[in-house]
């Protein structure tokens, strides 16, 4: 069964305390690995998509990595703005998103 | 703002009751995706419609259903609303049929 696994739930950082975030996912036929940021009651906002192991995509503070069998999403020294949900998805053969619980990040100033 | 559209942005109903959201996707946008968030469940991945036609389903119940339209909005239908129905509904849109998906900002359905 196609399983999206994110840890940890909740992270509390320090601002400029660097960190990762973790994906972790059994899926058949990976189309694609999606990366989006939720802020409370507004819509998931695109971050980032990844396709083949190996790869990697950097925005702003954002750094996104992908291997076989995860995903990490690296955060080098956060602000409070950082904080929000992300939420990882991936896209298996029968393009339907299966979407993690996320992990709630908080950044302290 | 990405560029997709929802409409109402919160409705209260009582049980029973049906309601439909509207979406409109981003231009030229030819796939349109609806998913359901609750606090227990996540984002739950509901129905996609690809240029007019149904592409893919997920956990969508038999009371709900949807449609696209030749000018490419999307309406989710509700009916016979239950409590449990209570939730987040996104719009989503992609260029194609796969890929990333671009969200709306939500319609917030409170069932009473």
């Known amino acids: 069964e196609d399983q999206v696994t994110q840890s940890p739930e909740a992270l509390r950082l320090q601002e400029g305390e660097s960190s990762s975030l973790n994906c972790s996912y059994t899926v058949s036929g990976l189309r694609g690995l999606f990366w989006y940021r939720q802020d409370p009651g507004k819509g998931p906002e695109f971050l980032f998509t990844?396709?083949?192991a190996g790869e990697e995509k950097e925005k702003e503070r954002l750094k996104a990595t992908l291997t076989k069998k995860e995903s990490f999403l690296h955060i080098t020294a956060p602000k409070p703005e950082d904080s929000a949900t992300y939420l990882c998805?991936?896209?298996?053969?029968?393009?339907?998103?299966?979407f993690g619980t996320g992990t709630l990040l908080a950044v302290q100033p | 703002d990405s560029g997709v559209t929802q409409t109402p942005k919160h409705l209260i109903t009582a049980t029973g009751q049906r309601v439909t959201l509207r979406c409109s996707p981003r231009?030229?946008?030819?796939?349109v995706y609806w998913y359901q968030q609750s606090l227990d469940q996540g984002l739950q991945f509901l129905i996609q419609y690809y240029n007019g036609e149904e592409r893919a389903k997920g956990n969508i119940l038999e009371r709900f259903s949807a449609q696209q339209f030749p000018d490419l909005h999307s309406e989710l239908n509700l009916s016979s609303l239950e409590l449990g129905d209570s939730a987040l509904y996104f719009c989503?849109?992609?260029?194609?049929?796969?890929?990333?998906?671009?969200f709306g900002p939500g319609t917030r359905l409170t069932v009473t």
């Open positions: 231009s030229g946008d030819l796939s």
């Open positions: 990844l396709y083949s």
């Open positions: 989503a849109s992609s260029p194609e049929g796969e890929g990333e998906q671009y």
């Open positions: 998805a991936v896209q298996p053969a029968t393009n339907k998103l299966i």
